[in-house]
């Protein structure tokens, strides 16, 4: 079985579809030989579950790996780094997926409670689940719901998805419950070293992009000083926290892009950047072209998934 290779990372953005709760990768195009022809851990800006229809080899979370056949379920939160890696021997797998983001949820759930809101999210993202079906058929059960509804997109599938979004964070917040945690910070609650470090402040780009970011504030997520954080941030990264900061910010541009109408100066406005030019250069930086050229170029509404992915954590 082919290992994942050392030394890298990939940071991979989802963006769900426009008046949609979930993206679904479903279907034929996803029986293939996983982790042959891309071997780093990844990570990515949703939530993943993944349910494994037929195949053999291992899911390796963090650096740890885990073997898994048929009817095993993986829900991997937001900025957990992973690979799915096929046992060459056996052949192709089939896996399924769905990604969504739990903060959506629970506003939906708790809208008038934020400081509920976050103590159930640190709960939901404690940890990544990887289990038989068995285990909590009850979760296997709402998944696969899921995964139907979005294969058919019948009549109101939509309502269908979101009502049972509301069930399938509840039963991994039962889950999670069970072991009868403590809720605390995200990055003292996952020990690995790596992108775990940073963790808080990956997260907490994650909510305020829209606001000025200082690195100070960053590091004081993190238990660091800024000098020391700007190290362990570049290493993991392979980025300065500036340049993670305005990335995230052009990946929110791109999807007000696609769902409004709003001007490029509203859009600059909305996402966090203090002028339009400043926009217009980080938005040339990272795609490659500006903002109103993306725009008018359909291609751009066909992607499900945006077709940058970032290499990162030199030296995992």
């Not at 095993?72 to 021997?89: E, F, G, R």
């Not at 939509?158 to 419950?177: C, H, P, Q, W, Y």
């Not at 795609?287 to 030199?314: F, G």
């Amino acid at each position: 079985m082919k290992k994942k290779k050392a030394g890298a990372m990939e940071l991979r953005f989802y963006e769900v579809p426009q008046n949609e709760y979930v993206l679904a990768l479903l279907g034929d195009s996803w029986v293939r030989e996983y982790g042959h022809d891309e071997t780093t851990l990844h990570f990515h800006n949703l939530m993943e579950i993944g349910y494994c229809r037929s195949g053999a080899g291992e899911l390796v979370l963090d650096e740890r790996p885990m073997p898994y056949q048929p009817a095993m379920l993986s829900v991997i939160p937001h900025n957990y780094p992973h690979i799915t890696i096929s046992d060459s021997d056996e052949g192709p797998s089939f896996w399924e997926y769905i990604f969504f983001d739990p903060a959506q949820v629970v506003a939906e759930l708790y809208p008038e409670n934020e400081l509920y809101q976050r103590e159930l999210l640190e709960k939901i993202n404690y940890k990544a689940l990887f289990i038989h079906e068995w285990e909590s058929r009850n979760l296997a059960l709402i998944v696969r719901m899921i995964m139907e509804e979005m294969r058919g997109k019948r009549l109101h599938y939509v309502d269908s998805v979101k009502g049972l979004l509301f069930a399938l964070v509840t039963e991994i917040l039962r889950m999670n419950e069970q072991e009868d945690i403590k809720v605390e910070p995200e990055g003292n609650a996952r020990k690995n070293a790596g992108v775990s470090q940073i963790s808080a402040a990956l997260e907490y780009v994650r909510v305020e992009y829209m606001h000025m970011i200082r690195v100070e504030e960053l590091a004081k997520a993190c238990h660091m000083s800024e000098t020391h954080f700007r190290r362990v941030f570049e290493g993991c990264m392979n980025m300065s926290p500036v340049d993670y900061i305005n990335l995230v910010r052009i990946q929110k541009a791109c999807d007000l892009m696609k769902k409004t109408n709003d001007s490029m100066d509203m859009v600059a406005q909305k996402v966090g950047f203090s002028t339009t030019s400043t926009f217009n250069r980080n938005f040339k930086k990272f795609l490659n072209t500006s903002p109103y050229q993306w725009k008018i170029n359909p291609e751009n509404y066909e992607h499900k998934l945006l077709n940058y992915r970032i290499s990162a954590l030199k030296g995992w």
